[in-house]
Nanobody, 128 residues
Framework: QARLVESGGGLVQPGGSLRLSCAVS????????IAWFRQARGKGREGVSC????????YYADSVQGRFTISRDNVKDTVYLQMNSLKSEDTGVYYC?????????????????????WGQGTQVTVSS
């Protein structure tokens, strides 16, 4: 059974850093593209970043470009989101999601409906 579990959220001051982890089970990481979405209170789910199943293609939303870095460890079946220079507007629940690539090794989906599996989310709060 496919499962994604996020961890690493918490409270951090503006300008600080956090690293989120998304541990996957039930499938091997090289079969899926993994994305991070976030949802602020009262707002819709926003795509933050995505890494293809090959690991060779990445996508970042304009709002996080240059501050966030997505990476993957196929041995540990874990995807990371390193978040630096955090701002208050980065606050929200962060979810990881998996898209079964079925041979589309360089594809980075962008829309929530594209994804097949979701984690439960981890809260990130950026506040002084």
């Amino acid at each position: 059974q496919a499962r994604l579990v996020e961890s690493g959220g918490g409270l951090v001051q503006p300008g600080g850093s956090l690293r989120l982890s998304c541990a996957v089970s039930g499938f091997t990481l090289d079969r899926v593209a993994i994305a991070w979405f976030r949802q602020a209170r009262g707002k819709g789910r926003e795509g933050v970043s995505c890494i293809s199943s090959s690991g060779e293609t990445t996508y970042y939303a304009d709002s996080v470009q240059g501050r966030f870095t997505i990476s993957r460890d196929n041995v540990k079946d874990t995807v990371y989101l390193q978040m630096n220079s955090l701002k208050s507007e980065d606050t929200g629940v962060y979810y990881c999601a998996a898209y079964v690539s079925e041979g589309r090794y360089y594809y980075t989906p962008r829309e929530p409906n594209d994804f097949d599996y979701w984690g439960q989310g981890t809260q990130v709060t950026v506040s002084s």
